[in-house]
């Protein structure tokens, strides 16, 4: 594709991981959280992660997102492998390259809801594009709370401020980690409304996090994680194809 980064060109996708592994601890009581993972990440395509509690899910994320550092294995976003990375220099591909949502929303309470969205991009030292910013809070529907604080806002609201902050810097990949964990049914269908409609129409690249097949079925395919390792996969999930496969890798 003309204009697309070498990587993509290369392999067609944007993010690589390959054979990760994550070990907490050392001696008797270190951890395998992750025994080798691998896996691929197309641009504009929605990969939710799935799995039993301690499976590695968060690990994997927080390891894909350069929140976390690998025991090995490489972790590629554009043909940057950042496990190469001085923390610096971390850092800043982090907030040029990525965004995250996570379940507690993360928002300073005493920041406005503007304030809060533009929170990312300014730290970075850059400022928003005035009509990208329009058309975040116009999708996400925050308008009318934009001089509202934390406190003043529900948890959806919130969560839509999350994801206007996180997507504001135009990020390769938007992280995800249980990001409806938190909300309500309605609320949580919003969020991830808006996250398909990211992926559909501004082909933002999203990895999410979730225990919830309903939340996992807006996804184009979800790896299930299983004792640190992919156990299976499955293309255009349904809410009940997720299920049947959740109860075959729970039993
Ligand atoms: N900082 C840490 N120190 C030690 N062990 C850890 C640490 N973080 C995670 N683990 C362990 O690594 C394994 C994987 O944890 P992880 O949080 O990635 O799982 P998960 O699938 O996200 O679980 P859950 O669904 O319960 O959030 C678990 O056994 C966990 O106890």
């Not at 996708?13 to 994550?22: G, L, Q, R, Y």
């Not at 992660?49 to 976003?77: E, N, Q, R, W, Y």
Request: hydrophobic share 45%.
């Amino acid at each position: 594709m003309i204009g697309a980064p070498a990587g993509e060109r290369a392999t067609g996708h944007v993010m690589i991981a390959t054979n990760v592994v994550k070990t907490y601890g050392a001696g008797d009581g270190a951890v395998r959280a992750l025994r080798g993972v691998s896996a691929a990440f197309a641009r504009g395509e929605f990969t939710a992660i799935m799995g039993p509690s301690g499976s590695g899910k968060s690990t994997f994320l927080h390891c894909l997102a350069g929140l976390d550092t690998v025991t090995s294995g490489t972790v590629l976003v554009d043909e940057v492998d950042l496990t190469t990375l001085s923390r610096t220099r971390l850092t800043e591909v982090r907030r040029e390259r990525m965004g995250f949502v996570f379940q507690s929303f993360n928002l300073l309470p005493m920041l406005t809801a503007e304030e809060n969205i533009r929170l990312t991009v300014g730290l970075a030292g850059r400022h928003a594009e005035q009509g990208w910013f329009d058309t975040l809070v116009d999708a996400l529907g925050l308008r009318p709370r934009l001089a509202h604080r934390p406190a003043e806002m529900s948890g959806g609201q919130q969560q839509r401020v999350a994801v206007a902050r996180a997507m504001l810097s135009r990020p390769e990949v938007l992280f995800a980690d249980e990001p409806t964990g938190n909300l309500d049914s309605r609320s949580g269908a919003e969020v991830l409304g808006f996250l398909r409609a990211a992926v559909d129409d501004y082909r933002q690249t999203v990895v999410m996090v979730t225990h919830d097949p309903v939340a996992a079925a807006y996804a184009d395919r979800v790896l299930f994680l299983s004792d640190g390792t992919i156990v299976d996969e499955l293309a255009a999930p349904t809410i009940d194809a997720v299920h049947a496969r959740m109860r075959k890798i729970e039993d």
